[in-house]
């Protein structure tokens, strides 16, 4: 079974996210997991971080960090997620040699040539549709992963409000991934160990 998700975490972790993390990590359908927290400290990250590397290594899920390439490198996580305002992969390249490094390219083109020049492992587009993590991310259309699949060779991550109903779309279109997060952890009707079944 092809391990689909890039599974993004919710903006608040209290005590009771590690034992959830387990069990939707345990049902082997997660590739990576993305700890995103946006207003949190630095030093609260790396405690985060640590005991979530814990279980995605048990796992055998690979850990991304957003924004810090630092923390990355601090925590020994698997690589590193860089928006376009979050420092040049150059640098982050450097620093973190051959750790995974990832870049968000919305639904430009030009920011993905840029990407691929400077030497990223995987490219994120979106927004695809309304999203809860990010509401006022610009808008993304499947043209550019169908332009993606076509001129890139690397791994393409889609992100954004997407769901079990709309994620089959962007797989078909060119996505090797499909990054998630509200669906599994805001969701009203399925625990999340349920909401991440729906993904295969």
């Not at 769901?163 to 060119?174: E, R, T, V």
Request: proline residues 3%; glycine residues 4%.
């Amino acid at each position: 079974m092809r391990k689909l998700v890039y599974l993004i975490s919710p903006n608040k972790i209290n005590n009771d996210f590690y034992d959830r993390l387990k069990k939707v990590l345990s049902k082997k359908n997660v590739k990576f997991f993305q700890l995103r927290l946006k207003k949190v400290k630095k030093n609260k990250i790396i405690k985060i971080a640590k005991e979530i590397r814990k279980i995605t290594k048990k796992h055998k899920v690979k850990l991304i960090i957003n924004d810090h390439p630092n923390v990355t490198k601090i925590v020994n996580a698997d690589g590193c997620h860089l928006g376009q305002n979050d420092g040049s992969i150059l640098n982050a390249r450097k620093y973190l040699k051959k750790k995974i490094i990832g870049v968000s390219c919305h639904n430009s083109k030009s920011l993905a040539k840029i990407a691929i020049h400077n030497k990223a492992d995987y490219l994120a587009f979106g927004s695809f549709s309304k999203s809860m993590l990010k509401p006022n991310a610009k808008k993304a259309d499947l043209n550019i992963l169908k332009w993606a699949r076509r001129n890139i060779k690397k791994p393409i991550v889609a992100i954004g409000g997407i769901n079990n109903s709309n994620y089959k779309k962007l797989i078909k279109s060119g996505a090797k991934y499909i990054a998630i997060s509200s669906y599994i952890w805001d969701n009203p009707k399925l625990k999340p160990e349920i909401a991440i079944m729906k993904f295969k």
